[in-house]
């Protein structure tokens, strides 16, 4: 039975119930007093080792006049060691005014893995008790948006808020000595998160499921296909499978998209490939805008950046814009005018935006280099895409050489612990892709701004879309006909 340790200095309400989630969860309250001072957690922890700590930016330091970046670095050093002892951390703020999206310090928990971050103002009391639970606990996906993982997780804490001079001290208020209301050291508190009940949920169904059929030699099934880089620092190539994948479906003509998939935090790449000089005007010489911001200000796509045969969808340079969860499902469906969809999701797998793309898609590609230090970072997110899209996910090889040879159809991972799974049972997942080594050759169409021309990634790339569509689809353009070329140009252009 796991062991759950509460440092909060909260009041008496916020402590019985974070007691009474641990017992409904099976798991045992190790101290039954209140942890109220910082200095105290590692000490706890070194003589009762609980695996679960429950810990609040309230605790109180040394020094009651400690400025809160201060408080803030000293938690940060706590919860460091605490993560080196891998015990598990649930963070819940408790500071007044509260945290919010951007501030460094909740994107320095992510850093150090804490997924389990409670900051807002309410707290769903099912969600909370849901989630406690080892087994539905947050994950990366769920706080990614905290933390710009393109820049690094540079800690920039939130500067303090102007205090008026004839109002007491507003930045040391929170770390003043609190008032305690019984003999355990509980705290009184109008500014801790309330307990409510409420339930959310996206409903994301899919956009496009008709067959179509322009005559018996070509058939188009519509498709959409999400390409991401298993590995966390990126840099695996998958917007060179991408760029493979769309290139291939040209034979059939220019009717596939290519889509930067918005997460948050995410800088665009794809106008460097593309080339900031080539951004088209529109009919009227107005400047270009993204998908996302035609989405935004117009409700549909209207204009397209066509190149190499290929329709590209890139990020804006300005992508902190404000774009939520729905805004996003506009954008699916505004894509899916095209019958062959690319998505580029980079690494943010687990982003809430990205869940969106991989429910709609047909196929899901995990892309990694050869390499024995990248093959092992990929395990994970191998491990965690396996488990939630088995049937459409599949591993994409790039600087495939002789040197991995013995990797030919399948991969092959443990998706339990060793206590669920003490046989060491391994599961399959299949190698759809494998790209060989062309040493700079991708680096420079990239910096020169030109299509892949080879025959070999191409034929690859054919390779793998066949099992979704007609193989009579796959014919050079120039044999597609007239009649057959105006037809999908009818059916597909807007």
Not at 141 to 153: A, E, I, K, N, P
Not at 268 to 279: A, H, S
Not at 336 to 344: A, E, K, L, N, T
């Amino acid at each position: 039975m796991k062991k759950v340790m509460i440092a909060l200095n909260a009041s008496k309400g916020l402590y019985d119930y974070i007691v009474k989630v641990t017992n409904d969860s099976n798991y045992t309250p190790i101290l039954d007093d209140a942890i109220n001072v910082r200095s105290l957690v590692l000490t706890h922890v070194e003589q009762y080792s609980p695996d679960i700590v429950v810990m609040s930016d309230r605790l109180l330091g040394d020094d009651t006049r400690e400025l809160p970046q201060e408080r803030d670095a000293a938690l940060l050093q706590i919860m460091k060691v605490l993560r080196q002892l891998q015990i598990r951390v649930i963070f819940i703020s408790l500071t007044h005014p509260p945290r919010k999206e951007g501030d460094g310090f909740l994107g320095e928990l992510v850093h150090l893995g804490i997924y389990d971050i409670w900051y807002q103002k309410t707290i769903d009391q099912d969600k909370f008790a849901f989630h406690f639970l080892e087994e539905n606990r947050l994950d990366y996906r769920d706080v990614d948006y905290l933390s710009d993982m393109s820049r690094g997780f540079s800690w920039t804490p939130l500067p303090p808020s102007a205090s008026d001079p004839n109002q007491p001290d507003q930045e040391h208020a929170e770390d003043s000595p609190v008032k305690q209301d019984d003999e355990r050291g509980f705290t009184t508190s109008n500014h801790e998160p309330k307990i409510v009940y409420k339930k959310e949920k996206v409903v994301v169904e899919k956009v496009v499921r008709e067959v179509v059929r322009v005559n018996e030699s070509v058939t188009l099934k519509p498709l959409l296909v999400v390409v991401g880089s298993l590995n966390a620092t990126g840099g695996s190539g998958a917007s060179t499978v991408c760029h493979s994948l769309a290139t291939a479906l040209t034979q059939i003509g220019p009717y596939t998209a290519v889509i930067e998939a918005y997460t948050k935090g995410r800088a665009p790449q794809m106008l460097e490939y593309l080339g900031q000089n080539n951004r088209p005007q529109g009919s009227n010489g107005e400047g270009w805008q993204s998908w996302i911001s035609q989405t935004l200000n117009n409700g549909s796509i209207h204009s397209h950046w066509e190149q190499y045969g290929i329709k590209w969808a890139p990020l804006d340079l300005d992508h902190e814009l404000e774009f939520s969860e729905e805004d996003n499902l506009r954008v699916i469906s505004n894509s899916r005018q095209h019958p062959f969809v690319i998505v580029d999701i980079g690494r943010g797998w687990r982003s809430r935006y990205a869940e969106h793309w991989l429910l709609q898609a047909d196929a899901i590609v995990g892309v990694t280099e050869c390499s024995n230090s990248r093959l092992w970072s990929a395990v994970p997110n191998v491990q965690y895409l396996t488990k939630k899209y088995t049937e459409r996910f599949s591993v994409c090889l790039n600087r495939y050489d002789d040197a991995f040879r013995e990797i030919k159809d399948h991969v092959f991972v443990y998706l339990e612990t060793v206590e669920q799974n003490p046989n060491r049972e391994q599961v399959h997942v299949p190698v759809s892709m494998r790209f060989p080594d062309r040493g700079t050759y991708f680096a420079e169409l990239e910096w020169n701004h030109q299509p892949i021309d080879d025959p070999e990634i191409v034929n690859i790339a054919q390779e793998f879309l066949t099992q979704f569509m007609d193989k009579k689809a796959f014919i050079q353009k120039e044999g597609l006909g007239k009649r057959v070329a105006l037809s999908l140009r009818g059916l597909f252009r807007k």
